[in-house]
Nanobody, 126 residues
Framework: EVQLVESGGGLVQAGGSLRLSCAAS????????IGWFRQAPGKEREGVSC????????YYADSVKGRFTISSDNAKNTVYLQMNSLRPDDTAVYYC???????????????????WGQGTQVTVSS
């Protein structure tokens, strides 16, 4: 069974940093894409960053470019999201998602992903 477990969220002050982890199991890791999405109260879930574990391609939402970095440790079946220079509007529940990577597919979009973790709360105070 596919399992995704997020960790690393917490409460930080604006300008601070957090590193989120997505530990994956139950599938062939390097055949997949992993995405980070976030949802704030009353807001739609939005894509933050994605990585293809097949070819290493990465995607960043404009709002996080230059501040967030996605990476993977394939030996550990884990994807990380390093978040620097955090802002209050980064506050959200952050979800890890996974599905088989398909070149040319819409792998940076929410609807692409069939497997989701339970989320980890990130709160950035001003």
């Amino acid at each position: 069974e596919v399992q995704l477990v997020e960790s690393g969220g917490g409460l930080v002050q604006a300008g601070g940093s957090l590193r989120l982890s997505c530990a994956a199991s139950g599938f062939t890791f390097d055949d997949y894409a992993i995405g980070w999405f976030r949802q704030a109260p009353g807001k739609e879930r939005e894509g933050v960053s994605c990585i293809s574990l097949s070819d290493g391609s990465t995607y960043y939402a404009d709002s996080v470019k230059g501040r967030f970095t996605i990476s993977s440790d394939n030996a550990k079946n884990t994807v990380y999201l390093q978040m620097n220079s955090l802002r209050p509007d980064d506050t959200a529940v952050y979800y890890c998602a996974a599905d088989v990577y398909s070149y040319g597919g819409s792998w940076t979009e929410r609807h692409y992903y069939g497997y989701w973790g339970q989320g980890t709360q990130v709160t950035v105070s001003s």
